[in-house]
């Protein structure tokens, strides 16, 4: 039998995005990957925009991704661990994938030691400087008064409005995301910030939609684990060293 001994990350599949055929390409292809780690993993984290939009009333989720959602739970039936990070498009989830899929829900940041090494997540939305605009929708979009608003939408249009707000988004304007210089990168300045008063020897992002391996200070490294849209990018945590990788690299 095969050591479960690698733990892995991947962020900002954004299923639903873009077209329906595209999607479900996409969910195919990130099942595949999770039907290659299912021998080995002991611990899975998806840190954010998992989906393109995900909103859960009291009796209703929104329909779809059903391969992925059984994948995950065959995962979860074999003892692996499953972590789910809210990100900007998904940041609706309350506790569906808490009592079907036995899964720990993070809000905002994860500090944890493995493997003898010390771990700083979050999705990234909303930190380092700059992009006021959002950080002050996100506070809106976090409240218990907008969700309890939405929730008084019936599905039809409050999913209706959602998928426009995602027709409309960066993912769906832009191409592959282009590296900035580190002053620039507002997530590699939010990281040197917070090395000055504690230390981690690995801070993993999504958000950022662009695989990265950045060295900081003292030896600590930023890792944006990219998106599937272009890169089917993720990170493995296996003999203490995080490294990024790629499923079925495009030629």
Same mark, same amino acid.
């Given at each position: 039998?095969?050591?479960?001994?690698?733990i892995?990350?991947?962020? #900002?599949?954004?299923?639903?995005a873009?077209?329906?055929?595209?999607? +479900?390409?996409?969910?195919?292809?990130? @099942?595949r990957?999770?039907?290659?780690? *299912?021998? #080995?993993?002991?611990?899975?984290?998806?840190?954010?925009?998992?989906? #393109?939009?995900?909103?859960?009333?009291?009796?209703v989720?929104?329909?779809?991704?059903?391969?992925?959602?059984g *994948?995950?739970?065959?995962?979860?039936?074999l003892?692996?661990?499953?972590?789910?990070?809210?990100?900007?498009?998904?940041?609706?989830?309350?506790?569906?994938? @808490?009592?079907?899929?036995?899964a720990?829900?993070?809000?905002?940041?994860?500090?944890?030691?493995?493997?003898?090494?010390?771990?700083?997540?979050?999705?990234?939305d909303?930190?380092?400087p700059?992009?006021?605009?959002?950080?002050?929708?996100?506070?809106?979009? +976090?409240?218990?008064?907008c969700?309890w608003?939405?929730?008084?939408?019936?599905?039809?249009?409050?999913?209706?409005?959602?998928?426009?707000?995602?027709?409309?988004?960066?993912?769906?304007?832009?191409?592959?995301e282009?590296?900035?210089? #580190?002053?620039?990168?507002?997530?590699?300045?939010?990281?040197?910030?917070?090395?000055?008063?504690?230390?981690?020897?690995?801070?993993?992002?999504?958000?950022?939609?662009?695989?990265?391996?950045?060295?900081?200070?003292?030896?600590?490294?930023?890792?944006?684990?990219?998106?599937?849209?272009?890169?089917?990018?993720?990170?493995?945590?296996?003999?203490?060293?995080?490294?990024?990788?790629?499923?079925?690299?495009?030629?």
């Open positions: 039998m095969t050591a479960r001994n690698k892995y990350f991947a962020s #900002d599949i954004h299923l639903g873009l077209s329906y055929t595209s999607s +479900r390409e996409r969910e195919a292809r990130f @099942v990957w999770l039907d290659t780690i *299912k021998h #080995d993993a002991s611990e899975l984290f998806l840190v954010g925009d998992v989906f #393109d939009f995900w909103f859960e009333y009291k009796t989720v929104p329909k779809g991704y059903i391969r992925f959602l *994948k995950l739970a065959e995962l979860v039936d003892g692996i661990k499953l972590y789910l990070f809210k990100g900007n498009h998904d940041m609706w989830m309350f506790d569906y994938f @808490v009592q079907e899929l036995d720990t829900i993070i809000n905002d940041e994860l500090v944890l030691e493995r493997q003898g090494k010390k771990l700083y997540l979050h999705h990234g909303g930190l380092g700059g992009d006021g605009k959002y950080k002050v929708l996100k506070k809106v979009f +976090r409240s218990r008064l969700q608003l939405f929730e008084r939408l019936h599905p039809n249009f409050g999913v209706g409005v959602a998928n426009y707000w995602s027709r409309h988004s960066r993912l769906a304007q832009k191409d592959n282009q590296r900035k210089s #580190d002053e620039q990168e507002w997530l590699v300045s939010y990281c040197k910030d917070m090395l000055k008063t504690e230390y981690y020897d690995y801070l993993i992002f999504g958000h950022r939609h662009l695989p990265l391996d950045i060295a900081l200070n003292g030896g600590s490294r930023y890792i944006n684990l990219g998106e599937w849209i272009h890169y089917n990018s993720y990170a493995t945590l296996e003999n203490s060293v995080v490294e990024l990788r790629y499923f079925e690299p495009k030629e």
